[in-house]
């Protein structure tokens, strides 16, 4: 007997993708997959951009970590409330991690979950979280090249952030190159070069966040309404 | 190797599918896999001999057809047997 199915292989993820999604939105809660290479500047663009959000946005962490806890104390250095995730060697994060650190969290008391995926640009690009918005992280020293070569990653962003731009005179990154490489997969996503080292071009970024995370508390408020 | 998520779901779809339809053996499985996955074949069969284990799988094959200008991995179909008289 034959069997048509024609399901994707990640429905199953999809589904739990879909349960985080439905009760963040019920409880106004926001939530950004943040993708990159290890290195790329993910968990530094995190404590610069959660002191600069304290007091305006209350925002809590899942760290995404094949092994360590580092990145997870990092943040909770920052004050911040974190559930750190080992994947004991997974390459991604998935619905169902995501979902039982969820659980972890107060989530009643906050705006914007934000999500510390494992380093690579492969993997976590197949496996929604139940995100708000994804957000690819670039450092500039990995070259303005990435788009065309991991297009799956940078197809499925909203964001791009492009890391370490302080270092960009030591590279041979060009910033136009690496835009105009990007709009051949994606013509949409917001583009930010920051350092978080010494501050640049942090504003809009977190300006952009702030915005995902209102975006959150909205939905909640015409759920309600409904 | 995030084929082995990959293959996963596909048991877990097969085996849900197979106990609706009263099948109690897996002969084949075709998968459609896209050109833009960055799904690796190779992995995918790796991870289904190694995950498709039990009477269910006994003997199962898994093919794989490369679908162009695609990102999606999908189980297409599967064809099975129920226990027969």
């Known amino acids: 007997m034959k069997v048509l199915l024609a399901q994707e292989l990640t429905k199953v993820n999809s589904d739990v993708a879909a349960g985080n999604r439905r009760r963040l939105a019920s409880l106004g809660v926001a939530m950004v997959n943040i993708i990159g290479s290890p290195g790329a500047g993910k968990t530094k663009l995190l404590e610069a951009t959660l002191s600069l ?3 305006t946005i209350r925002t809590g962490v899942i760290e995404g970590d094949v092994w360590t806890s580092r990145d997870g104390q990092r943040i909770a250095a920052c004050g911040i409330p974190v559930v750190q995730l080992n994947t004991q060697g ?3 994060l998935d619905a169902a991690m995501v979902s039982s650190a969820l659980d ?3 989530l009643t008391g906050l705006d914007l979950v934000a999500v510390e995926n494992v380093g690579n640009l492969v993997c976590p690009a197949s496996f929604d979280l139940g995100e708000t918005r994804r957000v690819v992280v670039l450092s500039t020293a990995e070259g303005d090249d990435k788009p065309g070569k991991y297009p799956a990653v940078f197809r499925g962003a909203h964001a791009i952030v492009v890391s370490k731009v302080d270092l960009i005179g030591h590279t041979d990154f060009r910033l136009e190159s690496f835009e105009r490489d990007l709009r051949l997969v994606n013509r949409t996503a917001a583009l930010f070069p920051v350092s978080a080292r010494n501050g640049t071009g942090l504003d809009p970024w977190v300006h952009w966040l702030c915005g995902v995370a209102k975006s959150g508390r909205r939905q909640s408020v015409s759920q309600r309404g409904r | 190797m995030h084929e082995l998520s990959f293959v996963c779901g596909l048991i877990r779809l097969v085996e ?6 009263g099948l109690r053996r897996v002969h084949r499985v075709l998968v459609h896999v896209g050109d833009r996955s960055c799904v ?3 992995a995918l069969v790796f991870a289904f001999g190694a995950l498709a284990q ?5 003997g ?15 189980v297409a179909e599967y064809e099975g047997q129920d226990d027969g008289p």
């Open chain 2, 40 to 42: 690796s074949q190779e």
């Open chain 2, 16 to 21: 849900g599918s197979a106990a609706a339809h």
């Open chain 1, 53 to 55: 959000m304290a007091g």
């Open chain 1, 104 to 106: 972890n969290l107060n």
């Open chain 2, 54 to 58: 039990g009477a269910l799988w006994s």
């Open chain 1, 90 to 92: 997974a390459c991604h």
């Open chain 2, 60 to 74: 199962a094959r898994l093919d794989l057809q490369t679908v162009p200008e695609s990102s999606q991995v999908l």
